[in-house]
């Protein structure tokens, strides 16, 4: 049925699944040669488990329900978390220095 349907134009393929490229306020490392879609992110039973390279051997990060979480996991271990700045405190009011 598919051959038929491919040689008369009406086959469709299921569409490439997208992937997010920032989540939890991190910019996620993405691969295109990752089935999963995210660098240091690999499917194992139907979970996501993260992982890294260190002195030349792969150290878990976790194992996780989704890859996107699999990812934040990941761009925190390599050092993408950057910390919501801390809130500007007035120096002066009215007129005056404030300690």
Known sequence: A???ARAV???QPPPFPTVA???EG???HL???SATGYRGVRELSGRF???RSV???LVSLGTFDTAVEGAVAYARAVGEYQPPPFPTVATEAEGLRLH
Do not use: F, I, N, W
């Open 21 to 23: 490229t920032e989540a």
């Open 2 to 4: 598919v051959a038929y």
């Open 31 to 33: 691969s295109s040669s």
């Open 49 to 51: 488990q993260a992982y």
């Open 9 to 11: 134009g009406e086959y």
């Open 55 to 57: 002195d030349g051997g």
């Open 26 to 28: 991190l910019r996620l």
